[in-house]
C-alpha cells in the first residue's frame, strides 16, 4: 500500500525531460529549405536543440564557405515563439591530407564501408518557449548574404534533430532526486498506515489487562474465612492440657508447649504417688 501511494504521488511530482530525435526532410524547391517537426513543448522550458547533418566531401561543398542553420518554435497559428541560429562549414583539409587519408581508406571506400563524408553537429542553446505551447519546430539552411534566393545551399546526404529540454529548477531537483524522495514518500507512507492500524485495532493488537475487581473477588474467595470448616477433634489430653486450646485465637509456640507437658507430667507424679501412700496406710 505504502509503495502505490509513493507511485502515484511521484507520478504527480516528476515530470520527465523531454528527449527525442527525428529526421529531417529539407524541401529544395524552396530558396531556403525548410524542415517542419511537429512537437508539443511545454511553456516556459528551455530547450537545446542538436541538428546533425552529413554532407559529402563534394568539390561544391568545399568551395561553398559557410552557410547558416537557424531553428525556429513556432505557434498553432504559426508565429514565431522563439528563434536561434548557427553558421557551420565544412572541416578544412588540405590537398595532401585529403590524399594521404584517401590513401589509407582505399579499401573500405571501394569496399562502401565507408564514404567521403563528414557529419556536422550544430549545437543551438538558450531556446525558451514562451506562455504560448510549441506545437511545431521549423529547421532552415540560410546561404550567405553575397548569394543570390536559392544559391549557397549545401549538398546534404542525411539530416536529424534532437531535442533535449532542460526542466524548470524545483522539476529538476525532484527529477535528479526521484528515487531518494521515492524511498522516503514510502517509508512516511508505512509509518502513517502503522499508525492508523495501531489506533484503530488497538484491542486486537495490545489486549486490556482484566481489572481490579475481578481480581480481588478471586482473592476474597481464596480467605480463609471461606474455606470449608474442619469438625473438632476430640483429644484424650487432660481437661488442663486443652485450656490453651479453649481460647479462640490463642497460639502456642514450642518452647511454651514443651513446658507446659513437663509441668503436666511431675503433677500427674506427685498424684500418684499420694495414692500410693494412702493404699498403704
Not at 518554435?73 to 504559426?78: H, K, P, Q, T, W
Not at 562502401?112 to 556536422?120: D, F, K, M, N, V
Request: hydrophobic share 40%; proline share 8%; aromatic share 8%.
Amino acid at each position: 500500500m505504502a509503495i502505490m501511494v509513493s507511485s502515484l504521488v511521484m507520478k504527480f511530482l516528476v515530470e520527465e525531460p523531454l528527449q527525442m530525435r527525428q529526421e529531417l526532410n529539407f524541401d529544395y524547391t524552396q530558396s531556403k529549405p525548410v524542415a517542419f517537426v511537429p512537437r508539443v513543448i511545454p511553456p516556459k522550458h528551455k530547450v537545446q536543440a542538436t541538428v546533425l547533418m552529413t554532407l559529402p566531401e563534394s568539390e561544391y561543398n568545399r568551395n561553398l564557405g559557410m552557410f547558416q542553420v537557424r531553428v525556429e518554435f513556432l505557434s498553432a497559428d504559426g508565429s514565431v515563439l522563439a528563434s536561434k541560429s548557427h553558421p557551420c562549414m565544412l572541416k578544412f583539409k588540405s590537398e595532401p591530407i585529403r590524399i594521404l587519408l584517401t590513401m589509407f581508406k582505399v579499401v573500405p571506400l571501394v569496399a562502401g564501408y565507408i564514404s567521403e563524408s563528414q557529419t556536422l553537429r550544430l549545437r543551438i542553446r538558450g531556446l525558451t518557449g514562451g506562455h504560448v505551447p510549441t506545437s511545431c519546430l521549423r529547421v532552415m539552411i540560410e546561404q550567405r548574404a553575397e548569394f543570390n534566393p536559392g544559391g549557397g545551399i549545401p549538398e546534404l546526404y542525411y539530416a536529424s534533430l534532437m531535442l533535449e529540454s532542460q526542466l524548470p529548477f524545483f522539476r529538476r531537483i525532484v527529477w535528479g532526486w526521484k528515487r531518494m524522495i521515492f524511498v522516503w514518500i514510502t517509508l512516511v507512507s508505512f509509518m502513517m498506515e502503522l499508525l492508523v492500524a495501531v489506533i484503530c485495532c488497538r484491542p486486537v493488537i495490545l489486549p486490556r489487562p482484566r481489572s481490579r475487581d475481578v481480581s480481588t473477588r478471586e482473592v476474597h474467595s481464596s480467605s480463609p474465612n471461606n474455606l470449608p470448616k474442619r469438625s473438632p477433634v476430640t483429644s484424650s489430653a487432660p481437661p488442663w492440657l486443652n485450656r490453651g486450646r479453649e481460647r479462640p485465637g490463642a497460639l502456642l509456640l514450642p518452647g511454651a508447649v514443651s513446658t507446659f507437658c513437663s509441668r503436666g507430667r511431675e503433677r500427674e507424679t506427685t498424684a500418684n504417688r499420694i495414692a500410693t501412700i494412702q493404699m498403704i496406710e
